[in-house]
């Protein structure tokens, strides 16, 4: 059993009973802790007594929603949110509200897909807490509100842009290869190709020159990627 996982306590909220035993029982073979509510009303009471260390919040549930609960819940905890939804088509709903969401996961979805989302949400967010120095003077991250400032001023940036900055300016210097930066963009693994990222870069730097006087801060390195690069 992970020692690590075991400690850490997972929260399920799923109507459907069948979704919910077994991905009840795919947390505990990992050695997570879980609990289950499959009612919308009782779940930000609940995360208040309980504070868990992860919510698996369904989109459609009973009583309340789970874009509301979620609303509620960012309104006196940080705790990581992953968003289950059964409807495609509510994704750029979901992420496009500013609703404090971390991360997302359709319906259907294999349970070790699920399993593989949580373990890397950890990582994630462990990886920034054992920095407590911002990496750049210049830009200032929000990972939970998913907002970026140049100088203070707010960037009005994608849900892709914002991961494109935040990988960036995670390693000033680092050279991160196009590939390595697709997979740190997408969480489907959906196919894409270097213009793509290219794309991206390019509407990044083009938003960051209207804040700052040097938007080559996201430096080409030619056949090999981009580097950010902290101003002297």
Known sequence: MNTTASKRTVLVVEDEARIAQLLLDYLQSNGYNSHWIDHGE???NWVQQHNPDLILLDLMLPGKDGISICQEVRSFSDVPIIMVTARVEEIDRVLGLEI???DYICKPFSPREVMARIKALFRTLAS??????????VIELDAERMQATVYENALDLTLVEFRLL????SQPGRIFSRTQLMDNLYDDHRV???????????????????????????????????????PG
Request: positive net charge; proline residues 3%.
């Open 166 to 169: 935040t990988t960036l300016v």
């Open 42 to 44: 009782e779940v930000v």
């Open 100 to 102: 404090g969401a971390n």
């Open 192 to 230: 894409v190709t270097d213009r793509t990222i290219d794309s991206h870069v390019k509407n990044l730097r083009k938003k960051i020159a209207e804040l700052h006087s040097d938007p080559e801060i996201i430096k080409s390195v030619y056949g090999v990627g981009y580097k950010f690069e902290e």
């Open 128 to 137: 920034r807490q054992q920095s407590h120095h911002p990496a750049s003077r």
